[in-house]
């Protein structure tokens, strides 16, 4: 069952769609029949849109395209081929390796961010989602504000309370909107050189950014994603086996539609001793750890400790030794072991001209060392707001893990919130979440977080190589970035120079940026955007 709002088209434009998108009325659909280009170009001016993949491409893209020859294609009848080859090393071989050759692009649109979380999880997958800083939440789809209605929710004595409640959280954030705008504006007045677009962007960037954590889990997102047959099956397995009604119910729609485009690659999802035993297996011992977790920290027992913002948990003592041996090691012909015992009677010095040659002259941040940075590991244990969280979880590549999203942490008020005199109204903003919360929890514990607004604080623990942890802190230290995740971004650098004392591995990431916030973050993102646009 889903809440979905569907789009109505016209019949000139249904005709065109029919051709591209394996259909044309539900939240999951794949593309097709598009270059490669076109469908990448579509997902990455989707993340900045309002509007649904299908309606971007009606309005922005298909008007550059000749689809006079696709005429006769009907995407939504789904493929009826055989697929005998795959079917005989795939599916009666095992051989899950094919799996990998074969791609899909497919949009899942209106899914909650607690969804989006389960939806990103993959490493091997890309994915591109709405973004709240460019993403009005005031607007509606259908008369009814941009939250996830649960049927079991709704059909509960709970459901009204629920959705007025949510209703109230939106209401507060449109009414807030244009007060920080004008906040903003006073502040930062327009620069002679800036255009109004430019400075209008920016503006409304900033008042996104202060006001996001006011918006609830339950908010709906649009997300685009791309990944093997093998990776969509690993996907769809977890998500048939989590908790999260909605996950489940998402997971039958990605199935259906994934299947009219690489069916066998996929025949094993349901498959009662295959998939349906893989999926099983997750659901035990996700209850299994629940249940063992219970007994040892009774959740009405045992209080938090209070923690900073991020804590180093982890670290390798002779991570730098580590470092400078794996620097060495392909440029000689001895085993490491022997390398490792040179380094370690290098002075400091020495191992540091090592790591500099090794890093040379980064001048530009896109420029990463080589592997031997996956050598030395770091673990964070981070308590941000899930703002915050939802930002840094995209960094896949590390080992994210995080707990569930409650109240019980406490929240994030932005300072701009403050010195634009609306304490009281944010506050009570969240306390209305809290509560609803709170008598959500007891009956339905899985869709209680979509009350929880992205404000309130998540625990959540990231380990990395030093290579992934230079492309996170880098790249979410930048001024431009939202001051919620710049901060977690800006003390892991300074855990890693000082409590873990590995000064070297600090030095190689040259573009950390520690400055204060800046006024308009986005501002000089958006002229150089300006100035992309105005070459010819």
């Not at 789009?7 to 009325?25: G, K």
């Not at 969240?430 to 998540?458: F, G, N, T």
């Not at 006024?519 to 646009?533: I, K, M, Q, V, W």
Request: net charge neutral; glycine share 6%.
């Amino acid at each position: 069952m889903t809440t979905y709002v569907a789009e109505d088209f016209s019949p000139e434009e249904a005709d065109v769609l029919r051709r591209y998108f394996t259909n044309l009325d539900g939240p999951v659909f794949a593309l097709v029949n598009l270059p490669e280009v076109v469908k990448g170009a579509l997902f990455a001016r989707y993340s900045r849109s309002a509007k649904s993949l299908r309606r971007l491409f009606l309005d922005e893209f298909v008007g550059e395209l000749d689809v006079s020859g696709d005429i006769s294609i009907d995407a939504t009848v789904g493929l009826r081929r055989a697929e005998e080859l795959y079917d005989r090393v795939f599916f009666e071989y095992g051989d899950d390796s094919v799996a990998q050759l074969g791609g899909v692009h497919l949009a899942c649109e209106q899914a909650s961010n607690l969804l989006t979380k389960v939806l990103e999880w993959g490493r091997l997958m890309s994915y591109l989602e709405q973004s709240t800083r460019y993403i009005s939440y005031d607007s509606r789809i259908g008369g009814r504000y941009r939250f996830h209605r649960d049927p079991d929710v709704l059909a509960s004595p709970l459901g009204t309370r629920y959705v007025g409640d949510m209703d109230r959280l939106f209401d507060t954030y449109a009414g807030l909107l244009p007060r920080l705008q004008d906040f903003f504006r006073d502040r930062s007045p327009k620069e002679a050189g800036d255009s109004d677009f430019v400075y209008r962007q920016a503006v409304r960037a900033k008042a996104f950014d202060a006001l996001r954590g006011i918006l609830p889990a339950a908010s709906l997102s649009n997300v685009g994603i791309y990944g093997t047959g093998q990776a969509y099956e690993h996907l769809l397995l977890r998500m048939r086996a989590h908790p999260l009604p909605e996950a489940r119910s998402y997971a039958d729609l990605m199935l259906f539609e994934l299947r009219k485009v690489i069916p066998s690659f996929l025949k094993r999802v349901d498959l009662d001793d295959r998939g349906g035993a893989w999926s099983a297996y997750l659901a035990s011992t996700r209850s299994a750890m629940d249940d063992v977790a219970a007994r040892l920290f009774p959740p009405a027992g045992v209080a938090a400790e209070t923690a900073p913002v991020v804590t180093l948990a982890g670290y390798d003592p002779d991570a730098e030794v580590h470092l400078v041996t794996a620097m060495l090691y392909p440029h000689t012909h001895l085993p490491e072991g022997q390398i490792e015992r040179r380094v370690r009677a290098m002075g400091a010095d020495e191992r540091l001209a090592v790591v500099r040659a090794y890093v040379g002259d980064r001048t530009n941040r896109r420029h990463k060392p080589g592997r031997a940075l996956e050598r030395v590991d770091y673990r964070f244990d981070v308590l941000a707001d899930y703002g915050a969280f939802r930002d840094l979880q995209r960094h896949r590549m590390l080992t994210v893990e995080w707990q569930p999203l409650s109240p019980r942490h406490g929240f994030t008020r932005p300072h701009a919130v403050d010195l634009a005199g609306e304490t009281a109204t944010f506050d009570a903003a969240m306390e209305r979440s809290a509560a609803l919360h709170d008598v959500l929890v007891d009956r339905y514990p899985a869709q209680a977080p979509y009350a929880v607004c992205l404000a309130y604080k998540v625990r959540f623990v990231m380990q990395c190589n030093a290579r992934e942890a230079m492309h996170l802190i880098e790249l979410r230290s930048g001024p431009q970035g939202h001051p919620a995740y710049r901060t977690v971004a800006q003390e892991m650098h300074r855990l890693i120079a000082t409590e873990a004392g590995h000064p070297a591995v600090a030095e190689m990431m040259r573009y950390v940026d520690h400055t204060p916030e800046p006024s308009l973050e986005r501002l000089a993102g958006e002229r150089r955007a300006e100035a992309r646009r105005q070459t010819p």
